[in-house]
């Protein structure tokens, strides 16, 4: 199935962190029906992070997920990622769409309405609306509340997007009652006693 596609069908987001089982956590949440892995890696280089790049791709290739890589268009290339995630402060979407080409997957951050309807004119493929909650995975984040998933709901956007920060197994069914047709998680399934069983219970409240 082409990328694309498989983005349309997409309901849950698995974004890591940096951890040591983190490839059998990966697997796991494959297992439970995590969509698409991000792999978000903050601290350390490209050439360091690489090799678990190409790794995690094959991982995702076998359970027939996308796989992303966060911020950096080069290491998505040279990876063979399906695509990357580009925040606000991050490049253009047009430069990965240059890079990266026209089958790409390419997600934007939104924190609003109109920036989200701006990425979209921008041709991003996807969005991660938030953050929802506060979190210590990205304690900077700007706090936005169930307002805007409520906002974005009502706005209907023509590209899938998923809500992001503190959505866990407490907070879901809430995001979900609010018209998330998406989740994006780091916590809630990587820090999850058994992260199949976690990423099955967040699918379990989103659409089909
Ligand atoms: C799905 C998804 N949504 C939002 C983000 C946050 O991106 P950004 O604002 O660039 O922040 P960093 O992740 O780079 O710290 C994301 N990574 N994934
Ligand atoms: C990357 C990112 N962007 C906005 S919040 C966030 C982190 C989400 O982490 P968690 O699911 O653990 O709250
Ligand atoms: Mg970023």
């Not at 998505?76 to 606000?88: E, I, W």
């Not at 920036?115 to 700007?142: F, H, I, M, Q």
């Not at 409520?150 to 956007?157: D, I, N, P």
């Not at 809630?188 to 976690?198: C, F, G, K, N, W």
Request: aromatic fraction near 2%; hydrophobic fraction near 45%.
């Amino acid at each position: 199935m082409e990328a694309r596609e498989r983005l349309r069908r997409a309901r849950l987001l698995l974004v890591t962190d940096p951890r040591d089982d983190l490839e059998e956590r990966v697997e796991a949440a494959l297992r439970g029906g995590v969509d698409i892995v991000q792999l978000r890696e903050k601290r350390a280089s490209r050439e360091e992070v690489l090799p678990l790049a190409r790794r995690l791709r094959e991982v995702c290739l076998r359970h027939g997920a996308l796989f992303t890589v966060n911020d950096d268009i080069e290491l998505a290339r040279l990876s063979g990622a399906h695509g990357v995630h580009l925040g606000q402060e991050d490049e253009p979407v047009a430069r990965a769409r240059e890079v990266l080409g026209p089958g790409a997957v390419v997600g934007r951050s939104a924190g609003g309405v109109e920036e989200a309807r701006r990425a979209v004119r921008e041709g991003a493929d996807y969005l991660g609306v938030g953050s929802v909650y506060p979190t210590p995975t990205k304690p900077d984040a700007e706090v936005r509340g169930l307002g805007l998933i409520r906002e974005m709901a009502r706005a209907a956007l023509p590209v899938p997007w998923f809500a992001i920060g503190g959505v866990t197994l407490e907070t879901a069914g809430e995001v979900a009652a609010a018209g998330a047709p998406g989740f994006a998680v780091v916590r809630a399934v990587l820090d999850a006693e058994d992260p199949e069983e976690a990423a099955r219970s967040l699918r379990a409240l989103l659409p089909a």
